[in-house]
């Protein structure tokens, strides 16, 4: 055969391999394709901790879990993410009964979510920093930065208000917490896995890990979500009577 045939050929399947392996990331992405629009097939008001459990309350936690548990009981406590349509910040956001959408751009990844309208901006250029930022400009989604190991996208955030709950039961947190996400594609690109740990040194007395599991729905559009008015049908997702 040809030397110059079969170098030919080498190149051929070298230039080959490289496409389908660029075809399996995201476009303007380092790191494989997540993006497109995901839903949970079921929803949990409180949040569930991986290997089971009840969260690990410091006394103060503790003491600020069961006022906010009373007062969204009696009104003394306003839920504002539901009442007037804030951001449920994170972790809570994770657990929406509703659709979101991940964008993949160079530099940025961008998840909208339907419910309330809720966008995140996750930084893919630089690491999470306790700079002034996270200080100066606490937010209820946080600031988060991002990186991919392997598979996997690696998601920090931090430099949140206290104007959020961890969870619909009025889990608190304090403006010290942290939140580390592993997301990566499961069950044959078909699942999107997002693992959390939870970190805040005021209210908990351990880190302690929560994962959320949503189904890939190309053929769902995100539509427009108005407080208060009826929406989108949800009856489908396990979990959401009473929501």
């Known amino acids: 055969m040809p030397k110059r045939f079969v170098a030919g050929a080498i190149v051929f399947v070298a230039a080959l391999a490289c496409s389908v392996a660029d075809a399996q990331k995201a476009p303007d992405s380092e790191g494989p394709d997540i993006s497109g629009v995901w839903w949970a097939s079921s929803y949990s008001p409180k949040i569930q901790i991986m290997g089971g459990g009840e969260l690990p309350f410091t006394p103060a936690g503790r003491g600020q879990y069961e006022k906010n548990m009373a007062g969204l009981k009696n009104g003394t406590v306003e839920d504002t993410a539901r009442t007037l349509c804030t951001p449920d910040g994170v972790p809570r956001l994770l657990e929406t009964p509703y659709p979101f959408q991940i964008i993949q751009t160079k530099g940025q990844v961008t998840i909208i979510y339907e419910m309330n309208h809720a966008i995140r901006l996750v930084d893919m250029t630089k690491p999470l920093d306790n700079d002034e930022t ?110």
């Open 134 to 243: 996270l200080s100066i400009l606490p937010y209820y989604g946080g600031h988060s930065a991002g990186h991919w190991e392997r598979d996997t996208l690696i998601v920090q955030t931090a430099g949140f208000n206290e104007k959020t709950f961890i969870d619909a039961y009025g889990s608190p947190h304090s403006d010290q917490l942290h939140v580390t996400e592993r997301l990566r594609r499961i069950n044959g690109g078909k699942q999107l896995e997002d693992v959390v740990t939870i970190e805040d040194p005021v209210n908990y007395t351990r880190p302690f890990t929560a994962r959320f599991v949503y189904d890939f729905h190309p053929e769902v559009r995100l539509e427009a979500y108005v407080c208060g008015e009826p929406h989108r049908d949800i009856s489908k997702v396990r979990g959401v009577k009473g929501f």
